[in-house]
């Protein structure tokens, strides 16, 4: 009897200590399931980038222009100077006053060929009977004096009745004339209001315009912006200074505000440029991406941020793989990126803490999916 009973305590002991070991390997197991889902977790690490906010509006270009709109005559030299900047003095073009000429420069080409011939021969008047003027004499009757004589007659008439044209001063030399020359000049810029900026669909066309060449001044020239909701842009007074990018170019350019139209909600700002005009000397009405602001801070994709008791941040696996959250200050949404704070040496300012906290730095490793993962875990 007393033999049963032992063997009995000893099966209960083994099935309690069997029990006890499977409940600790249960235990292991439950443990190391979220370890084995994280090991396969991506990381990124958070990129440096500047939130640009902008406001695309409508520009005028207003420019300093002299027009001449003469016909014909460029000069070889000016033929290839389009939108370059040419110096004072510069020959243009050599225009013919009067469009009965044709006949001189006819008359001008017998008798240089005339001269060449009797300076080359001295043979008879045979050889030249063929070559008459109209009033039917022959060239041969007359000396080469008389010929030169007449040669000198000839261009001195010619000449004339030519008018050279030159720069009275520098700057961008441009042969396309739009025909708002006269139209947008720089002055009087209470007048550039809202209604009386009207931006055509199309330029003028080509039949309206006028053959000439036009001297731009490149040193000073302007943009009247239409603001159709000045709500949208800050509060600029005359003096500021603006950045444009202008659509058509490349680069952006820095202005100063000289005037302020305003109508109501909507506003004309005129602003002033010195510089990068042979860029743009082309454009009349161009679109205009006003700079609002420019903030640095890292972007990182939106779905790696979560929500940890109220505060917003990502999980990032440090140096020795532990998964810790770190606190962001979210700037702004943009697409499937925030844009967050940078922070001072890794630490910003939370609402509901005295101390700054330590937020994501440059190489952080901010894991992609945050769903299956919870701090403190050991990941590879």
């Given at each position: 009897?007393?033999?049963?009973?032992?063997?009995?305590?000893?099966?209960?002991?083994?099935?309690?200590?069997?029990?006890?070991?499977?409940?600790?390997?249960?235990?292991?197991?439950?443990?190391?399931?979220?370890?084995?889902?994280?090991?396969?977790?991506?990381?990124?690490?958070?990129?440096?980038?500047?939130?640009?906010?902008?406001?695309?509006?409508?520009?005028?270009?207003?420019?300093?222009?002299?027009?001449?709109?003469?016909?014909?005559?460029?000069?070889?030299?000016?033929?290839?100077?389009?939108?370059?900047?040419?110096?004072?003095?510069?020959?243009?073009?050599?225009?013919?006053?009067?469009?009965?000429?044709?006949?001189?420069?006819?008359?001008?080409?017998?008798?240089?060929?005339?001269?060449?011939?009797?300076?080359?021969?001295?043979?008879?008047?045979?050889?030249?009977?063929?070559?008459?003027?109209?009033?039917?004499?022959?060239?041969?009757?007359?000396?080469?004096?008389?010929?030169?004589?007449?040669?000198?007659?000839?261009?001195?008439?010619?000449?004339?009745?030519?008018?050279?044209?030159?720069?009275?001063?520098?700057?961008?030399?441009?042969?396309?004339?739009?025909?708002?020359?006269?139209?947008?000049?720089?002055?009087?810029?209470?007048?550039?209001?809202?209604?009386?900026?009207?931006?055509?669909?199309?330029?003028?066309?080509?039949?309206?315009?006028?053959?000439?060449?036009?001297?731009?001044?490149?040193?000073?020239?302007?943009?009247?912006?239409?603001?159709?909701?000045?709500?949208?842009?800050?509060?600029?007074?005359?003096?500021?200074?603006?950045?444009?990018?202008?659509?058509?170019?490349?680069?952006?350019?820095?202005?100063?505000?000289?005037?302020?139209?305003?109508?109501?909600?909507?506003?004309?700002?005129?602003?002033?440029?010195?510089?990068?005009?042979?860029?743009y000397y082309n454009l009349r009405f161009p679109e205009i991406k006003m700079i609002l602001?420019?903030?640095?801070?890292?972007?990182?994709?939106?779905?790696?941020?979560?929500?940890?008791?109220?505060?917003?941040?990502?999980?990032?696996?440090?140096?020795?793989?532990?998964?810790?959250?770190?606190?962001?200050?979210?700037?702004?949404?943009?697409?499937?990126?925030?844009?967050?704070?940078?922070?001072?040496?890794?630490?910003?300012?939370?609402?509901?803490?005295?101390?700054?906290?330590?937020?994501?730095?440059?190489?952080?490793?901010?894991?992609?999916?945050?769903?299956?993962?919870?701090?403190?875990?050991?990941?590879?």
């Open positions: 009897m007393r033999y049963k009973k032992q063997k009995k305590k000893k099966r209960i002991g083994r099935n309690i200590r069997k029990v006890a070991i499977l409940v600790i390997f249960l235990y292991f197991i439950i443990k190391s399931v979220p370890v084995v889902l994280a090991r396969n977790d991506k990381t990124i690490l958070p990129e440096k980038d500047i939130l640009l906010k902008s406001y695309d509006a409508q520009g005028v270009i207003i420019k300093e222009e002299q027009v001449f709109t003469t016909v014909g005559g460029i000069t070889p030299e000016a033929q290839d100077m389009e939108g370059k900047r040419v110096p004072a003095g510069f020959k243009v073009a050599n225009i013919s006053i009067s469009n009965d000429i044709s006949g001189l420069k006819e008359e001008l080409k017998e008798i240089e060929r005339s001269i060449d011939m009797l300076n080359k021969s001295n043979a008879g008047a045979g050889l030249f009977e063929k070559i008459k003027k109209d009033n039917g004499e022959t060239l041969i009757d007359q000396s080469v004096e008389a010929l030169n004589a007449r040669k000198d007659a000839i261009i001195q008439e010619i000449s004339s009745n030519k008018v050279l044209y030159t720069t009275s001063t520098a700057g961008l030399l441009s042969f396309n004339l739009d025909g708002y020359e006269k139209i947008y000049i720089p002055k009087e810029f209470e007048n550039y209001t809202y209604e009386n900026l009207e931006i055509p669909n199309t330029t003028k066309s080509d039949k309206e315009k006028k053959d000439g060449f036009k001297l731009i001044n490149n040193f000073e020239w302007y943009i009247a912006i239409k603001i159709d909701n000045a709500r949208e842009i800050k509060e600029y007074e005359e003096g500021d200074l603006v950045n444009l990018e202008i659509v058509d170019g490349e680069d952006e350019i820095a202005g100063r505000i000289v005037k302020i139209n305003k109508t109501g909600n909507r506003m004309v700002l005129v602003v002033k440029f010195n510089n990068q005009l042979e860029k602001s420019k903030d640095k801070g890292f972007k990182i994709p939106t779905k790696t941020i979560i929500d940890k008791d109220g505060q917003k941040g990502v999980y990032v696996k440090e140096f020795s793989g532990i998964i810790k959250f770190r606190h962001i200050s979210i700037m702004e949404e943009v697409g499937d990126y925030t844009f967050v704070r940078m922070g001072n040496n890794g630490y910003i300012q939370i609402a509901g803490y005295e101390k700054p906290v330590r937020t994501i730095t440059l190489y952080d490793e901010i894991l992609l999916d945050p769903s299956n993962i919870k701090e403190g875990q050991i990941i590879d």
